[in-house]
C-alpha cells in the first residue's frame, strides 16, 4: 500500500471523520466507487463534492482528492485512524505528532491541532493530518520531513482561522455569537473549514500541498529487494541415497568433475540434475571437452572418465561427502547443510572474481589453498559472466 495524506476532524454530528484524502494512482479515476456515496454529510464536514475529485497530473502520474479514499478497504483504515488521532490518543491541549500503528491496519504518522471558532464547544475544532502507510520503517525514516510539513500546513491553517476570529470577537463578542449559534439551525453542526479560514479554495490549497508531499515519494511503499538465493539443493536427499549406491571414487570422479567444470554425460538426466543443483543456478554446464560418462550396467553405476583424481580433492567436494556420509546429519537438515557450504564458495568465487589481481594473502584470509584452484577457476570465470 502506498502512502496516503489526508486531513480528518471532529464532527459533532458524525464524530471524527475524514474530509479530504489525497493519493497516488496510475491512471485517472473514471467512476465514483459505490462507498463513497455512504459517507456521511453536513456542513461541518463539507469539502469536496461526494460525486467530483480534484486531480493532478505529472509525468503519468495522478494524484487524486476525494472526500473519502476511492478504495473501500483504505477508506476503512483511514477510518479507523482518524478516530484514533481525534478521540483515542491525547497528545496534550494543543494537539501533536504521534506515530501508531501495524502491518495489518497500517502504519500511522498524525498531527493533530486546534483551530479556532467562536460557535465551537471550547471555542476551537479539532482537526488531524494524518499519513498512513504500509512501510513502517521507510515512514519513520522520513519522520522530520513529514512531520515539518504537517507543521507548516497545520500553523497556516490555525493562522487563518485565528484572522477570521479575531474579525468576529471584534465585531461580536463569543457570547453573543453562542447564543446566536445556538438560535440558528443551520449552524448547529458546525461551520466548514472554508469558512473557519475565509479561504473559499482552501481544499484546493491542501490538494496542492498533499500532492507535494506525495510526489517526493515520501509515502510511495518500497517493496523489499530480496535477492534471490543462487543455489538450491532440493534434491539432497536422492544425492545421498545416489552416493550410497555408487562406489565412493566413482562418486568423487562426478563429483569433482561438476565442481571443476569437466563436461559430464549420462542418459538419466534426473541423475545428472542431483549433482548439478550443487553449482549456483545460473551456471553454465561446459559442452565441449573429453566428457566423464555415469552409464548403469546391470543395475550397478560405473564411471567412464580417463582423467584422473588428484591427490588432494577440492575442499567443497570433501565437505560435501562428508555431509553424505554422515550418520549424525539428518535427512531434513541436508538441504541446509550442501546448500550453505556450496553458497559460501560462490562467495569466495564473487571475492575473488572482483579482483584483476590477487595475491596469496588473500587467498589465505579466504581460505583457499592449491587444491581449491580448479574449482575456483571454473567458478570465478561463471562468476563474471554473469
Known amino acids: 500500500m502506498d502512502g496516503i495524506v489526508a486531513l480528518g476532524h471532529f464532527c459533532e454530528s458524525h464524530g471524527p471523520i475524514v474530509i479530504l484524502a489525497t493519493q497516488k494512482t496510475d491512471c485517472e479515476p473514471q467512476e465514483k466507487p459505490p462507498h463513497i456515496l455512504n459517507s456521511p ?28 479514499p476511492l478504495k473501500e478497504d483504505v477508506a476503512f483504515l483511514l477510518k479507523n485512524a482518524a478516530v484514533r488521532s481525534i478521540s483515542c490518543e491525547e497528545m496534550g491541549k494543543e494537539g501533536g505528532l504521534m506515530y501508531f500503528g501495524d502491518d495489518q491496519r497500517g502504519h500511522v504518522v498524525t498531527y493533530t491541532f486546534y483551530v479556532a471558532d467562536s460557535q465551537a464547544r471550547g471555542f476551537k475544532r479539532k482537526y488531524c493530518l ?29 493562522e487563518k482561522a485565528l484572522k477570521v476570529n479575531n474579525l468576529e470577537q471584534a465585531t461580536c463578542s463569543q457570547k453573543a455569537a453562542r447564543q446566536a449559534s445556538q438560535q440558528s439551525t443551520r449552524s448547529c453542526t458546525g461551520r466548514s473549514l472554508q469558512e473557519l479560514t475565509g479561504v473559499s479554495s482552501i481544499f484546493l490549497q491542501i490538494h496542492m500541498w498533499f500532492v507535494y508531499l506525495l510526489s517526493v515519494n515520501v509515502m ?16 539432497a536427499i536422492m544425492l545421498r541415497k545416489l552416493y550410497k ?31 548439478q543443483q550443487l553449482l549456483p543456478k545460473k551456471f553454465k554446464l561446459p559442452q565441449t ?19 584422473n583424481l588428484p591427490l588432494k580433492l577440492p575442499t567443497l567436494l570433501n565437505l560435501i561427502e562428508e555431509g553424505l556420509n554422515s ?60
Open 41 to 68: 454529510v453536513c456542513e461541518a464536514c463539507k469539502s469536496i463534492d461526494l460525486e467530483e475529485a480534484v486531480v493532478s497530473e505529472d509525468e503519468n502520474v495522478y494524484y487524486v482528492s476525494s472526500r473519502i
Open 130 to 158: 494524518i499519513l498512513l502507510s504500509g512501510d513502517r520503517v521507510h515512514l519513520l525514516n522520513h519522520w522530520r520531513h513529514i512531520t515539518k510539513h504537517f507543521e507548516v500546513i497545520a500553523s497556516d491553517l490555525k
Open 220 to 235: 510511495e511503499e518500497i517493496k523489499p529487494n530480496i535477492l534471490e538465493v543462487p543455489i538450491s539443493c532440493n534434491g
Open 245 to 275: 549406491e555408487i562406489s565412493n571414487r566413482d562418486f568423487k570422479k562426478v563429483l569433482y568433475c561438476f565442481l571443476t567444470g569437466i563436461k559430464v554425460e549420462s542418459k538419466d538426466t534426473e541423475i545428472l540434475k542431483l549433482f
Open 289 to 307: 571437452g573429453e566428457a566423464c560418462v555415469l552409464v548403469k550396467e546391470n543395475d550397478a553405476w560405473k564411471v567412464n572418465w580417463k582423467g
Open 327 to 386: 550418520e549424525n546429519l539428518p535427512d531434513e537438515a541436508l538441504e541446509s547443510y550442501l546448500a550453505s557450504f556450496s553458497y559460501q564458495w560462490y562467495n569466495i568465487s564473487c571475492d575473488i572474481a572482483c579482483c584483476n589481481v590477487y595475491s596469496e594473502e588473500l587467498l589465505k584470509v579466504l581460505g583457499v589453498h592449491k587444491y581449491d584452484m580448479p574449482l575456483l577457476s571454473y567458478w570465478t570465470t561463471e562468476v563474471r559472466n554473469l
